[in-house]
């Protein structure tokens, strides 16, 4: 449902959105094209979210991948689970249930900070 409901929260163009039933998947599905952005949640199943970021910052610096912009969504609402995905390699971290605006937003940020001055 979470798949369903982030796909749906994009407008498509700009976005073109590829979703996956879980961290493995999603790990697979990147190797045949990099994202700009990935939206994970925390508790997924099979690989987890922060097991999954770890994976594609591993592929970032082994492979020579341009940095994916990642925007971790959780349910839990604390500083704990806020820190852990940061400290993983998350941009920004996103409370359940996410609003389009909120996300469309963190986008838009993300988007800009990638572009720099100028």
């Not at 039933?21 to 999603?26: E, F, L, T």
């Not at 979210?49 to 970021?53: A, K, M, Q, S, Y």
């Given at each position: 449902m979470n798949?369903?409901?982030r796909s749906h929260l994009?407008?498509?163009p700009p976005f073109t959105v590829t979703t996956?039933?879980?961290?493995?998947?999603?790990?697979?599905a990147m190797s045949q094209h990099?994202?700009?952005?990935?939206?994970?949640?925390?508790?997924?199943?099979?690989t987890k979210?922060?097991?999954?970021?770890r994976r594609v910052r591993?592929?970032?610096a082994t492979q020579g991948?341009?940095?994916c912009r990642v925007v971790m969504i959780s349910g839990h609402d604390d500083a704990g689970s806020t820190a852990r995905a940061l400290e993983a390699g998350a941009e920004r971290f996103l409370v359940k249930p996410v609003s389009r605006d909120r996300l469309l937003s963190a986008l838009a940020e993300l988007?800009?900070?990638h572009a720099g001055p100028g």
């Open positions: 798949r369903f409901v994009l407008p498509s996956a039933n879980d961290g493995q998947a999603a790990v697979e990099w994202p700009d952005f990935l939206l994970l949640d925390m508790e997924m199943p099979g979210g922060l097991d999954t970021l591993e592929q970032e991948r341009p940095r988007e800009a900070d």
